[in-house]
Nanobody
Framework: QVQLVESGGGLVQAGGSLRLACAAS????????MGWFRQAPGKEREFVAH????????NYAESVKGRFTISRDNAKNTVYLQMNSLKPEDTALYYC????????????????WGQGTQVTVSS
């Protein structure tokens, strides 16, 4: 069982930055993939980025490539999402999640979820 807690959301102006953190507790598996998803009102939950605990392989949604960076601190069991050049379209509830599968980009493959942290980007 893995517990995930997100933090770092808030209200920022377009062009600004936020850094989200996801602290994982409980037994973690080194081969797990940690992912960030987001969901805006009226829209489906959308894949943002993921990273492997082991090795650090990453993947990003096309909409955030070049602007967002996912990273992890294995010693702290924490995953980060650095969000730069934020746009109003990035406004959403951001969820941290964990998958036992590598390179998972679909929400159905993630079995642990945080409570979400709200990111609002004003224009």
């Amino acid at each position: 069982q893995v517990q995930l807690v997100e933090s770092g959301g808030g209200l920022v102006q377009a062009g600004g930055s936020l850094r989200l953190a996801c602290a994982a507790s409980g037994r973690t598996v080194s081969t797990y993939t940690m992912g960030w998803f987001r969901q805006a009102p009226g829209k489906e939950r959308e894949f943002v980025a993921h990273i492997r605990w082991s090795g650090g392989s990453t993947n990003y949604a096309e909409s955030v490539k070049g602007r967002f960076t996912i990273s992890r601190d294995n010693a702290k069991n924490t995953v980060y999402l650095q969000m730069n050049s934020l746009k109003p379209e990035d406004t959403a509830l951001y969820y941290c999640s964990a998958s036992p599968f590598s390179m998972a980009v679909t929400a159905t493959r993630y079995i642990y979820w945080g409570q979400g942290t709200q990111v609002t980007v004003s224009s």
